[in-house]
């Protein structure tokens, strides 16, 4: 299992930004940054995944041929965009430094409970992901193994004139507001999603990348914000009673006990 080093801390810090911000270089180091190279995802060439085809359609195919896509002169436009990396490769999660991984303070939820929010996605050049907002209301950050991406992001505000976000959402105590902003992220570089953001994504060439998504005390008035605007009465007090455990239970560890 993967520790954590200082830069490692800082890093976590960076993620939790109220800004949409790429971190040059940032998860370089990262085991899983390694771990997540095309020589070693090739050892798992015949292992079937759902992806999505040029028209977002669920197709199944060999993860070769999702492989094939990353050096295609003409891509097929198939995209691994919903690969849960608990069903792929759990082991790949222990190689995220440990600051990182402690980010999520829902994994403090029984086992039952907690959301399973880390993702891998390969795709070709032309691939990528529609305008959306994050699940939950929580905030991601990205690590790019592979490739070039762009990234488009519009604040809360916007989201909510487009329908991503119900209205109110934007007045949340901590919401930033501001201009949109696109970033293009390189190999090793980490990109953050904060709360609230619409971001639509373009793979520039052939990507191998790793996600997850956290609510702690960076976004968690904008989550129970967003909760209490749809009316999700259980989904808000049970992020009320996620933050006030923090305060007298400490953080939790990767089985989701915690330590002080």
């Not at 490739?147 to 901590?174: I, Q, V, Y």
């Not at 639509?200 to 790793?210: D, F, H, W």
Request: net charge negative; glycine share 10%; hydrophobic share 40%.
């Amino acid at each position: 299992m993967t520790t954590s080093t200082a830069d490692d801390a800082a890093t976590a810090a960076q993620v939790c930004g109220d800004r949409p911000a790429v971190l040059r270089g940032a998860g370089r180091d990262w085991p899983v940054y390694t771990a997540l190279g095309e020589a070693r995802l090739r050892e798992f060439d015949d292992r079937p995944v759902v992806a999505q085809d040029a028209q977002r359609r669920a197709v199944t195919v060999p993860l070769r041929e999702i492989l094939d896509e990353l050096r295609a002169e003409h891509p097929r436009g198939l995209y691994l965009r919903d690969q849960l990396v608990s069903e792929f490769e759990p082991g790949l999660w222990n190689l995220v430094p440990r600051e990182v991984r402690r980010l999520n303070w829902l994994l403090a939820l029984p086992t039952e409970m907690r959301p399973d929010w880390v993702w891998l996605m390969i795709g070709g050049a032309g691939s990528g992901s529609p305008l959306h907002v994050d699940t939950m209301a929580s905030s991601a950050w990205n690590l790019l193994c592979s490739g070039r991406k762009r990234w488009s992001f519009h604040p809360p505000g916007r989201a909510e004139e487009l329908r991503l976000l119900p209205p109110g959402c934007a007045d949340a105590p901590g919401a930033c507001d501001g201009e949109s902003v696109t970033l293009v992220q390189e190999a090793g570089d980490i990109v953050v999603t904060p709360s609230g953001w619409a971001h639509e994504v373009r793979n520039l060439t052939g990507t191998v990348s790793v996600t997850a998504n956290f609510v702690n005390a960076s976004n968690l008035a904008f989550a129970k914000r967003y909760f209490d605007v749809l009316g999700d009465m259980a989904n808000g007090e049970l992020l009320t009673a996620v933050g006030a455990a923090f305060g007298l239970l400490g953080e939790p560890t990767d089985d989701g006990s915690r330590v002080r």
